[in-house]
């Protein structure tokens, strides 16, 4: 499916589309006790941004992250954060990299265009709950070549030690945990930490060479309790969305 073009913000839409972000996003945690901690300043933790509508001080929708791509303008995300068949696509979305305390050292992108998976569109499938957001140049430069990308790891299995990393909504500076992670179903997988809550669906799975193999998303859309956190299983469904992405 090609890329669909993000409509201009209307002011009609802002409390409406306000209010669907504050809910876009489900509380995830840890059932082994462990939880999240504020993640340190690093280069490889600024490809993690914040999506907000307008700029990076309005309404938070969700986590996104930059992923390597030839054009050099690719993030990867959760549909949900996006687009749904209730309100269609998101209006006004800029994409926040290394955003903390009211700080956006690389400034905000706005996002040009979004590509899900047809069965989301038509049916909200958890099996389908990955987007790729494109985001348009800053003074002629792409957001890839401000902050870098994370190469896209597909067919890894489970079981893979990753870090998650994201924005809770009531937070201005990202959280991270590190762990395992198993078999929710063949297609879907899960994370067990605390500190996830509304605002990290989107953030990325990455494993220790750096890949991005997961988003919080998916069953539940992204998870109902505090416990754990899922993802669509990065499997030949996001290579192939990934790919119709770039095209």
């Not at 989301?120 to 987007?131: F, H, I, L, R, S």
């Amino acid at each position: 499916m090609p890329s669909r073009p993000v409509r201009p913000a209307r002011a009609a839409r802002t409390l409406a589309v306000a209010a669907v972000l504050l809910a876009a996003a489900i509380a995830c945690g840890g059932e082994d006790g462990r939880t999240a901690s504020v993640a340190p300043q690093n280069p490889a933790w600024d490809r993690i941004g914040t999506l907000s509508v307008h700029t990076p001080e309005g309404p938070r929708a969700c986590t996104a992250s930059v992923v390597r791509s030839p054009g050099r303008n690719l993030l990867v995300t959760a549909a949900h954060c996006v687009q749904s068949r209730r309100i269609g696509l998101l209006d006004g979305l800029v994409f926040t990299p290394g955003y903390r305390n009211g700080y956006s050292p690389y400034g905000s992108w706005p996002v040009e265009s979004v590509t899900v998976d047809p069965h989301w569109e038509t049916d909200d499938d958890p099996e389908y709950d990955v987007a790729f957001v494109t985001v348009r140049p800053v003074d002629g430069r792409q957001v890839e070549d401000a902050v870098g990308g994370n190469p896209l790891g597909t067919e890894q299995g489970f079981g893979l030690a990753v870090s998650v990393t994201g924005y809770p909504n009531e937070r201005d500076e990202p959280i991270t945990c590190s762990g395992l992670t198993s078999s929710q179903s063949p297609t879907q997988e899960r994370f067990d930490c605390g500190g996830y809550t509304d605002g990290t669906s989107g953030s990325p799975w990455l494993t220790t060479n750096g890949r991005v193999i997961g988003v919080i998303g998916g069953y539940q859309e992204g998870g109902s309790t505090p416990g754990t956190s899922y993802s669509v299983t990065f499997d030949e469904r996001v290579a192939e969305l990934y790919q119709q992405a770039l095209a």
